[in-house]
């Protein structure tokens, strides 16, 4: 399978590196292609310019090839922590350029735009790894887990990801070295059970 890594944490020795490298290595353990992109390392501009809008936009060649990847991709794992409810800037920025019309969706013939999207990923399975320093049950009740709602409804349920497993690893703040293992390893076990070999 080909299955594409995109983390976005500015910090080289954070969790969610941590958590990348882990998921990066048990995809090539198992036998997958993998690209992997750290956007912060990378230098990738969020920014979405006016030219990049319209379907039929030129793009540039590090937008196109992004897009080309997450197109054929059979999986899609996405790491970050949670920023005031939603991924950071960066991420926000890769979805809005790369995630676009006749690449991850399309609407159908005589919908001028404000219908329901059809999704083009060939994709069927994401995993969306997340730190976060608020306590799962309160993220829950008091903020309604937005996150959940981004990824599993906003952004791959409707460009046709129909398998979105989502893992929350809290509270990062005051984790033990023991706890981080701990997480790796669930890691592990849920890039092996999402993307199984021969799979």
């Known amino acids: 399978m080909r299955v594409s890594v995109i983390l976005a ?16 290595d048990q995809l090539l353990r198992d036998g997958h292609e993998v690209s992997f992109h750290d956007l912060y390392h990378e230098g990738f501009s969020p920014l979405l310019p006016d030219d990049e809008i319209d379907a039929d936009a030129g793009l540039p060649s590090e937008i196109a090839a992004h897009c080309e990847e997450i197109a054929r991709a059979d999986g899609i794992v996405v790491v970050h922590p949670n920023w005031w409810g939603g991924p950071p800037t960066i991420l926000k920025g890769w979805v809005d350029r790369v995630m676009r019309p006749r690449v991850a969706y399309n609407f159908l013939e005589g919908d001028s735009g404000e219908g329901v999207p059809q999704g083009l990923l060939r994709a069927r399975t994401a995993i969306v790894l997340n730190t976060a320093n608020t306590p799962p049950e309160r993220e829950t009740t008091v903020f309604g887990d937005p996150l959940d709602l981004t990824w599993g409804r906003c952004i791959f349920g409707l460009c046709g990801v129909t398998d979105v497993r989502r893992r929350v690893f809290a509270v990062v703040v005051t984790s033990t070295p023991e706890q981080r293992e701990a997480w790796k390893a669930e890691v592990r076990d849920l890039v092996r059970a999402s993307f199984p070999i021969g799979g």
């Not at 910090?11 to 882990?22: C, D, K, R, Y």
Request: net charge neutral; aromatic share 0%.
């Open 9 to 24: 944490h500015p910090a080289p020795g954070s969790l969610n590196h941590a958590i990348a490298q882990t998921a990066v």
